[in-house]
């Protein structure tokens, strides 16, 4: 498949390359220098000949600034505006696959979640990502195939994070996400957790529905 990745500089982006190379997938993955996500224009020819849009693009901040909205505005901007020019331009030029990382902790702080736990109100800096994952349901009702992850707190090289922060309820080392953004090309639409096994937010539906485990 031909993929456009946006953040392919970024540390997920970074980990996912080479894996996308050795399954036989073409990358276009420009910089930020060489494709403003917010000209439609550039976006839409961007996605010509594209069989996928992978949407890595973020600015996300330390965890003291979780109570900052305003470090947060461009991760707000390249979810929540980013990702609806990318799908009006991926159903322009007729893409199939839409992939959008997200992140899982749009759940409720205690209990147990699925993908089935319903989702209430969130912090501020996070209402960019339900917006994000709406541009993919939007892609999937065109009849496409949008896909969202939800990874848990990245840890391992490059993220900040040298061993799992399990007190958030929910992990994931780089390379397993990025095995899991590789996996999301062939799920079908729907949303799926991606984070170790045992913690309090489940992996069970990415775990049934590809070959994918987490190995760290």
């Given amino acids: 498949m031909r993929l456009l ?9 970074r980990a996912f390359e080479p894996l996308a190379l050795e399954a036989g997938h073409e990358l276009h ?3 930020r220098t060489e494709l403003d996500l917010f ?4 976006v839409t020819a961007a996605t010509q000949d594209v069989d996928a849009v992978i949407h890595l693009a973020t600015r996300i901040q330390a965890l003291d600034q979780l109570d900052n909205p305003e470090a947060w505005v461009e991760n707000d901007r390249l979810r929540a505006e ?53 541009e993919a349901g939007r892609f999937a009702s065109a009849g496409r195939r949008g896909i969202v992850l939800r990874p848990g707190l990245l840890d391992g090289p490059g993220t900040g994070h040298d061993q799992p922060v399990t007190s958030l309820g929910a992990s994931v080392h780089v390379d397993d996400a990025a095995r899991a953004v590789l996996a999301a090309l062939t799920l079908e639409s729907g949303v799926y957790n991606v984070c170790r096994d045992g913690e309090r937010v489940s992996n069970r539906r990415l775990t049934r529905a590809a070959a994918w485990r987490p190995r760290h």
């Avoid at 990745?5 to 982006?13: A, I, K, M, P, R």
């Avoid at 979640?113 to 990502?129: D, K, W, Y």
């Fill in 5 to 13: 990745v946006t953040g392919g500089s970024g540390v997920l982006g």
């Fill in 29 to 31: 993955a420009p910089r």
């Fill in 39 to 42: 000209d439609p224009a550039a």
């Fill in 82 to 134: 980013a990702s609806s020019i990318l799908v009006d331009a991926a159903l322009a030029n007729r893409v199939a696959v839409y992939v959008q990382p997200t992140v899982t902790f749009v759940y409720p702080a205690d209990g147990p979640a699925s993908e089935e736990t319903r989702i209430g109100e969130v912090a501020p800096i996070l209402r960019s990502a339900l917006a994000a994952e709406r």
